[in-house]
């Protein structure tokens, strides 16, 4: 929240056009992290009443007005992508509910959301959008990333080289704004398959908590939320990384972390019903 207000402040009092925060957050990792933890706060607040209910609403409005100030094309993709599966796995609001929430959303967005906005949001699938046309875009960079890969897979380029490499091949000193393919040309074939494993693993774990939850109804059930949180928040940094060179972030590493402190809470709770039934059990 604190780094959101510091972008809206910087964005309207200071007036800087897509706003960064110094050195450690430029605008697309702000954009980035606005996205990855909405779907937190969102289940949050749902799980909340009153006044802390209403401070999360207010400060979910802010951080999506601070992801608007970002102009991020990323962003926004990794927004669209997180809010149709909140949409759609928000299991305990009503349908009537959603619609009217994302009915809002929408209106808010045409109605608030600037020209300037709107136009460089709308160059996503233009032709000539500088990361098609021009010496140092996306498409040049990632075709250049995948050339490196295959010239060393087994070893990769080492890790934090991606500059270098790409420098020294391309002559073009960026990364390659794109996590995935970052992780290849450094770490290797090896590295951007551990890389999807780990990924796969922890969707995979929160997601099975979440449906082992409505089918049995465990003690686990009051961490409900969490698990569908992280499985859209998860689901939102493959989006925005796909963008991003954002493979080492403490964000995602964050995110790994949540995911294995509830398969631990999980194991426990089992550990406990499986106790209370071995009790029950041997009372009869």
Not at 77 to 103: E, M, N, Q, T, Y
Not at 231 to 252: D, K, N, Q
Request: proline share 1%; aromatic share 12%; with cysteine.
């Amino acid at each position: 929240l604190l780094l959101t207000l510091f972008t809206v402040m910087s964005g309207i009092v200071g007036g800087i056009e897509r706003p960064s925060s110094s050195n450690t957050y430029d605008t697309n990792d702000i954009a980035a992290i606005i996205v990855v933890t909405l779907p937190i706060i969102y289940f949050f607040m749902m799980d909340l009443n009153g006044i802390k209910k209403l401070f999360l609403f207010c400060s979910m409005m802010v951080m999506i007005f601070a992801l608007i100030l970002t102009s991020s094309r990323g962003g926004f993709l990794g927004l669209l992508a997180v809010s149709i599966l909140l949409f759609f796995k928000d299991s305990a609001r009503s349908w009537a509910f959603s619609i009217s929430v994302a009915i809002l959303l929408i209106f808010s967005f045409i109605l608030f959301a600037p020209a300037s906005y709107k136009n460089r949001m709308a160059t996503i699938t233009a032709e000539e959008d500088y990361n098609r046309t021009l010496k140092g875009g996306r498409i040049e960079l990632w075709n250049e990333g995948i050339g490196l890969i295959l010239k060393s897979p087994i070893t990769g380029m080492g890790a934090g080289a991606i500059d270098t490499a790409l420098g020294t091949s391309s002559g073009v000193w960026k990364t390659t704004h794109n996590s995935f393919i970052q992780i290849g040309v450094e770490l290797g074939v090896g590295g951007f398959i551990l890389l999807i494993a780990l990924l796969r693993s922890s969707i995979s774990r929160v997601r099975r908590f979440r449906i082992e939850h409505f089918q049995q109804k465990s003690q686990a059930g009051k961490h409900v939320w969490i698990a569908t949180s992280l499985e859209i928040s998860l689901w939102g940094y493959c989006v925005v990384g796909f963008f991003l060179s954002w493979a080492y972030s403490s964000v995602f590493l964050f995110l790994i972390a949540l995911c294995a402190i509830l398969n631990k809470l999980e194991l426990k709770a089992i550990d406990e019903e499986q106790s209370l039934q071995k009790c029950y059990s041997s009372l009869h």
